[in-house]
């Protein structure tokens, strides 16, 4: 038996990408011999880290991702709707409390990361399927429980997400994925024979499937198994 | 019968992703029910009409990208290599009289493109592989001379590309490519029933394969087929 290489995904929930790698590495959890670490972190602060401008911004660019994201929807099975004012909700609303919930969530998870997971899934869910608010603390509560969190599971991250302690966490998981060389998200590394690969986007799966030997199968896998 | 769908492949032989964008699609073209054009245009162009600027110039990108060409240089069997200076080969010489040498070696060949694919893949092989020159009259008739053209077909096309008429097409080529939406190279563009879709990079082949209604067989898909 081999070990389970480690696989951490680097992601935000303002970013649609990450969506479409962060479904994709859940997927593969139960398809590779792979241990996943979901890493939330904070975009505003690579970009700013890495002195990188968001792809949006240029017209054409943006135009493309809107209609290169459609695409994926589908493709991926995600369920990925433009907000009606994109500027509004990545630019002006951003992801900053967002993040420092999903990470309050993880500091309290034990043994698993299934609430982290599905918090993150339920803010992607409202920012880019059900065009909503991911901001206010009423929103992080609304996601934590269509996640599945237990009332006082909310309330105890609704008070822990604003503390510094949660602050500095998100802050080193940003620094940690800019020392990884990250300049965008998702940002996936692999962990090879004791060296950190580095895979941005999603779309590098079937180069990243060679380099750790296991075999692509396109984004849904367990479709693609079924039909194989 | 089903007719051929019409896939156009805008390139630059300054940009080492439009290499691999490019062989993948000559490979291709026997493998899928497509017909290939092959579009040289100048991407300095793009990048000043779309208002964009090169990934390379943020640290952490343009590290990613030499690692990320480094790892799909082997996956996709095009030999690339960093030339020893890439920032001056890239944005200080630039690549507007080699393309305007491609648009000239395209404008003169009758009945087919063999000439216009050969003499593309020398020019990237001199600056993408062998760290050599391709701004120089004696690189380009170099280059063509390694593609298989006669020296009176290299003597003609280096009478020509230097004309307003070459001059113009290669402006036209390249506004084409702003028209469907470019913001950087590759960009493919599959006519599928009478509506353009577009593709940017050498990364959405899965996707492209999917949207036209054909099998992705990875980026060496004779070599994949022998395996199977």
């Known amino acids: 038996m081999t070990s389970k290489k480690v696989i951490e995904v680097f992601y935000d929930v303002v970013s649609p990408y990450s969506w479409l790698g962060f479904e994709v590495m859940c997927r593969y959890r139960h398809v590779w011999n792979i241990e996943l670490k979901l890493r939330p972190a904070f975009l505003g602060g690579i970009m700013q880290g890495a002195?990188?401008?968001?792809?949006?911004?240029?017209?054409n660019k943006f135009m493309y991702m809107m209609k290169d994201l459609t695409r994926s929807s589908e493709y991926f099975g995600v369920p990925l709707q433009k907000p009606s004012d994109p500027f509004e909700a990545m630019f002006q609303k951003g992801s900053l409390s967002a993040m420092r919930f999903?990470?309050?969530?993880?500091?309290?998870?034990?043994g698993g990361d299934k609430q982290v997971e599905q918090v993150s899934r339920e803010l992607w869910r409202r920012?880019?399927?059900e065009d909503k608010d991911i901001?206010?603390?009423?929103?992080?509560?609304?996601?934590?429980m269509k996640a599945g969190l237990s009332d006082s599971d909310i309330e105890e991250a609704l008070k822990l997400y604003t503390s510094k302690e949660i602050k500095d966490k998100l802050k080193n998981a940003?620094?940690?994925a800019l020392n990884h060389g990250a300049f965008g998200f998702p940002m996936v590394v692999c962990h090879i024979n004791g060296k950190p690969e580095m895979f941005f986007?999603?779309?590098?799966?079937?180069?990243?499937a060679h380099c750790i030997g296991e075999k692509w199968l396109g984004p849904q896998p367990n479709k693609s198994a079924a039909k194989l």
């Open 51 to 59: 002195g990188n401008k968001p792809p949006g911004l240029v017209p």
């Open 102 to 110: 999903v990470t309050a969530v993880q500091e309290r998870e034990k």
């Open 127 to 129: 920012i880019w399927t």
């Open 135 to 144: 901001t206010e603390p009423a929103s992080l509560a609304e996601a934590a």
């Open 174 to 176: 940003t620094q940690d």
């Open 201 to 208: 986007g999603s779309d590098r799966f079937e180069l990243m």
